[in-house]
């Protein structure tokens, strides 16, 4: 049996102790997390500081017109909001605007991804034309479907329809919400595109070799084994055009300005008219926050359903 014997002074092994490990792993993520800190930094500052300044106006009664009129009314504007009918048809027209363009661009995106996923001469170029309406700025495109498109006199749209025998129609003025989710649609699509065009390129080509010597058909190889790997995909897409589809402004603005009335005005828009147009900074500020707050539980719960999604891939 061999005993440690320890030389005359020579320094005793240092043991790690808990505390110490623990001490150690601190500084180790401090040292891996210290590069971010100033985008965090900047992060909060540009947009946690004015969110604290909008909360605190709005709890405050405050009309640009009227200087000195600044006075603190509590819970006032949140009460006035809920019970403000034309903000609750402004609720219903951005669930509408947002649902009908995600929806639609989802479905035709499912399509032309099938469409792309095939090969054919010039499949590169048409691929990278695919996405360019999706690159072009919101105000321009709003600019070419109101112009180029939906003019009741010169428009495209009223062309085609005619050759088939329809007369033309104005759409800002009589279907202002089919006006405004057509160019939604038209600049969504090639996200939704490229998002579902990745999914199909993932899937092993081997099960869909397997799938056709089983005698499966098209349709149902696409129901049964492409569909249900593309899910992920498709809420990844229906989550990501929420929530920028819901903060709609420039189609709304540039297209219809929020009539006929308020028939299509949405509630990034209403909040517009509030602020700048009607002056009512209080009022305008108490919306801001109920939207904001309503975004974040919805997108919460849609993050959850897609990081389960994403543990049952696992």
Do not use: H
């Amino acid at each position: 049996m061999s005993t440690d014997t320890v030389t005359p002074g020579a320094a005793a092994p240092v043991r790690a102790t808990p505390a110490t490990s623990k001490a150690v792993a601190r500084r180790e993520g401090w040292r891996r997390r210290a590069p971010l800190l100033p985008a965090l930094i900047f992060a909060i500052i540009a947009t946690q500081i004015p969110f604290l300044v909008t909360v605190w106006y709005s709890l405050n009664s405050w009309n640009l017109v009227n200087p000195g009129s600044e006075r603190f009314v509590g819970l006032s504007n949140y009460a006035d909001v809920f019970t403000d009918r034309v903000f609750r048809q402004a609720a219903v027209n951005t669930v509408l605007i947002t649902g009908g363009c995600v929806l639609i661009a989802m479905l035709l995106g499912i399509g032309v991804a099938l469409l792309l996923d095939r090969r054919f001469l010039g499949r590169s170029v048409v691929r990278t034309l695919m996405i360019t309406p999706f690159l072009v700025m919101p105000v321009a495109s709003a600019l070419i479907w109101q112009t180029s498109m939906l003019d009741p006199v010169f428009g495209i749209v009223n062309f085609v329809i005619g050759t088939v025998g329809f007369e033309p129609v104005d759409w800002a003025s009589s279907y202002p919400l089919v006006a405004v989710i057509g160019a939604l649609v038209w600049q969504w699509t090639p996200f939704m595109t490229l998002l579902v065009l990745a999914g199909l390129q993932s899937q092993g080509r081997d099960v869909l070799e397997a799938a056709q010597v089983d005698g499966a058909g098209a349709l149902r190889t696409f129901r049964s084994i492409t569909l249900p790997r593309l899910r992920r995909y498709i809420e990844l897409g229906v989550l990501l055009g929420a929530i920028y589809v819901v903060n709609t402004f420039d189609q709304i603005y540039i297209l219809t300005q929020g009539g006929p009335g308020t028939a299509s005005t949405n509630l990034p828009f209403y909040i517009y008219q509030r602020a700048f147009l009607g002056f009512d900074i209080g009022q305008a500020a108490a919306m801001g926050v109920v939207v904001v707050i309503g975004t974040i539980v919805v997108a919460t719960l849609a993050l959850r359903l897609l990081f389960r999604t994403f543990s049952e891939e696992r």
